[in-house]
């Protein structure tokens, strides 16, 4: 993994990181938007302009699985941030928040923030 990182309030910023990894497959990479490294939990980023649900498989089948392997002590949140939400939007699938302080650790989910900026 490619550590392009900074140190914000106790938190390790790893924005993009490259991931190699080996699975039944054979060999590959994986690059999720940023990675939020806390004392005891790992957020998981993903960034879209506009929502889409291909992020579940993204996130839940891809980058969790990478995230439990790599911190296996920690555990994880997992969160699309994008601007356009859109028609296609499923709430069994998605926990929607407002504000980071309304996410909590949540195995299963996917929060989805809507960014207005």
Known sequence: MTKRN???YGRELLPSPWIYFLDING???AQPDALLVHDNLVWIFEAKLTHTED???QLLKLYVP???HIWPNKGHVAMEVCH???PIY???K???VMLFDDVYENFGKIYLYHWMG
């Open 6 to 8: 900074s140190i914000f």
């Open 27 to 29: 060999k590959g990479w």
């Open 55 to 57: 992020s579940v498989d």
């Open 66 to 68: 990478l995230v439990k």
């Open 84 to 86: 356009n939400i859109g």
């Open 90 to 92: 499923r709430a069994d």
């Open 94 to 96: 998605w926990t929607r």
